[in-house]
C-alpha cells in the first residue's frame, strides 16, 4: 500500500506529487538515455524536493513523509 502523504513541515499546506523527464545526452539523446523523476512540493508556500534526486513515487513520498516527522529540513 501506498504511503500517503503528510503536510508540509514547514507551513502545513497541501503537498502534491510531481513528476519529470531528462535525457541524459540533452536533445540528442533517444528513448534508452531518457530517465524520469518524482518529487513532492508545497501547493502553499512553494517548498519542493530537488528535481532529479528520485527515481520513483514511493522514495518521493517516503523521504518527504520523514522530513514532516522529525522536522529534518535536509
Known amino acids: 500500500m501506498m504511503a500517503e502523504l503528510k503536510p508540509c513541515p514547514f507551513c ?12 541524459l545526452l540533452g ?11 518524482a518529487g513532492v512540493w508545497c501547493v502553499k508556500c512553494g517548498i519542493e524536493q530537488p528535481i532529479r534526486k528520485y527515481v520513483t513515487k514511493e522514495q518521493a513520498i517516503e523521504a518527504w513523509n520523514r522530513r514532516a ?3 529534518n529540513k535536509t
Open 12 to 23: 502545513g499546506g497541501e503537498a502534491r506529487m510531481k513528476y519529470g523527464k531528462y535525457n
Open 27 to 37: 536533445a540528442y539523446g533517444t528513448e534508452e538515455t531518457a530517465r524520469k523523476w
Open 69 to 71: 516527522e522529525d522536522g
